[in-house]
C-alpha cells in the first residue's frame, strides 16, 4: 500500500530554471495539499484542492503553481526558482477537510 | 506572537522516563493534530483530538478546549521515539502548524 508518493525525492535547480514536483496518493481521498518546511518554522500551506478540479491558495502560494491533474494526483510547479525555495516541499491528502492528512516522504529542494 | 506554540523546543532524556511535550494555542480551534517526522524526514499522524484523552500504545494525548492547551506524553520512552513531535490545530478553514519539539531519547 504506497499511500502518498512523492517525486523526485531530492532536487537541486539554479536560479531562474523551472521544475514539477509530482504527487499522488492511491488512498482515494478527495483533498490534497502541498506544504514546505523551513528550519524552526512549522508546515505552511503553498496550496491545496479540496476535491477534484478545485484548487485554493494557502498561506504561502507566490511562486507557485499547481494542477490537480485527477483525483489521484496534484503537482506543484516551479516556473522560476529562487534561492527563497529551497526547501523541504511535503504532499499530503485527507478524506475530508478535517480528516487526518497522510503526507509523502517529502522532497528537499535546493536552489542555487 | 505565533498562533501554536510549543515548548519545549528541544527535549533530551534517557530511556525510560516519562515525556510530555505540550501545545498551547490561541485562536478557536475544531480539532488539534499530533505527528511525528522521523529523523529521516517522514511525517506520521499520531492523534486527531477535539476533548478528553487518547491513547495509542505508549503515547498519550489530551486536550483542555478551555485552557486551549494540549499535551502528548511518551510513557517508558524509548530511543526509538527519538523524533521532532508537531502538533497542528484546525482553526476554520487550515490547519495551523507549531514549530515542533525536537525529542532525543538517550540509551
Known amino acids: 500500500n504506497a499511500g502518498v508518493t512523492q517525486t523526485p525525492k531530492f532536487q537541486v535547480l539554479k536560479t531562474g530554471q523551472s521544475m514539477t514536483l509530482q504527487c499522488a496518493q492511491d488512498?482515494?481521498?478527495?483533498?490534497m495539499y502541498w506544504y514546505r518546511q523551513d528550519p524552526g518554522m512549522g508546515l505552511r500551506l503553498i496550496y491545496y484542492?479540496?476535491?477534484?478540479?478545485?484548487?485554493d491558495k494557502g498561506e504561502v502560494p507566490n511562486g507557485y503553481n499547481v494542477s490537480r491533474l485527477n483525483k489521484r494526483e496534484f503537482s506543484l510547479r516551479l516556473e522560476s526558482a529562487a534561492p527563497s525555495q529551497t526547501s523541504v516541499y511535503f504532499c499530503?491528502?485527507?478524506?475530508?477537510?478535517?480528516?487526518?492528512?497522510?503526507f509523502g516522504a517529502g522532497t528537499r529542494l535546493s536552489v542555487l | 506572537k505565533n498562533e501554536v506554540e510549543q515548548s519545549p523546543q528541544n527535549l533530551t532524556a534517557q530511556e525510560g522516563e516519562f515525556i510530555t511535550i505540550n501545545c498551547s494555542y490561541s485562536?478557536?480551534?475544531?480539532?488539534l493534530h499530533w505527528l511525528q517526522q522521523h529523523p529521516g524526514g517522514g511525517i506520521v499522524s499520531l492523534f486527531m483530538?477535539?476533548?478528553?484523552?487518547k491513547k495509542h500504545g505508549r503515547l498519550i494525548a489530551t486536550i483542555n478546549i478551555q485552557e486551549k492547551h494540549s499535551s502528548l506524553h511518551i510513557t517508558a520512552s524509548h530511543p526509538r521515539d527519538s523524533a521532532v513531535y508537531i502538533c497542528?490545530?484546525?482553526?476554520?478553514?487550515?490547519?495551523?502548524w507549531g514549530a515542533g519539539t525536537k525529542l532525543i531519547i538517550k540509551p
Open positions: 499530503a491528502s485527507s478524506d475530508g477537510r478535517v480528516d487526518i492528512q497522510y
Open positions: 488512498m482515494n481521498h478527495n483533498s
Open positions: 484542492s479540496a476535491s477534484e478540479g478545485t484548487t
Open positions: 485562536v478557536g480551534i475544531s480539532a
Open positions: 483530538l477535539s476533548s478528553g484523552k
Open positions: 497542528a490545530v484546525r482553526g476554520n478553514y487550515q490547519l495551523i
